[in-house]
Nanobody, 121 residues
Framework: QVQLVESGGGLVQPGGSLRLSCAASGSGFSINVMAWYRQAPGKERELVATITNSGSTNCADSVKGRFTISRDNAKNTVYLQMNSLKPEDTAVYYC???????????????WGQGTQVTVSS
């Protein structure tokens, strides 16, 4: 069984920074694409950033130049460095990973439990 465990959310003032982490635990798997999504109150969940297992990244236009996604394949961990935070970045942030199970030839999409990020003065 694979679990994604997130950490690093909290309350920060506008212009501040936070770093989110998401670690995948379990055995017998490898990870293809990892991503961060967010969902603000009353809004749909939106894609924030993605990173492939080779390190190619993409970010939503709303966070380009402020957020950076990275990963440590040895630790099965993905990070989201968030700088110059704005009140509109307030949301629950979710980690997502496409997990491959080579022994049984299957793949499955997994989600973390979510971590709250609040940007307010």
């Amino acid at each position: 069984q694979v679990q994604l465990v997130e950490s690093g959310g909290g309350l920060v003032q506008p212009g501040g920074s936070l770093r989110l982490s998401c670690a995948a635990s379990g055995s017998g798997f490898s990870i293809n694409v990892m991503a961060w999504y967010r969902q603000a109150p009353g809004k749909e969940r939106e894609l924030v950033a993605t990173i492939t297992n080779s390190g190619s990244t993409n970010c939503a236009d709303s966070v380009k130049g402020r957020f950076t996604i990275s990963r440590d394949n040895a630790k099965n961990t993905v990070y989201l460095q968030m700088n110059s935070l704005k009140p509109e970045d307030t949301a629950v942030y979710y980690c997502n990973a496409l997990i491959l199970f080579p022994n049984i030839g299957s793949q499955r999409n997994y989600w973390g439990q979510g971590t709250q990020v609040t940007v307010s003065s």
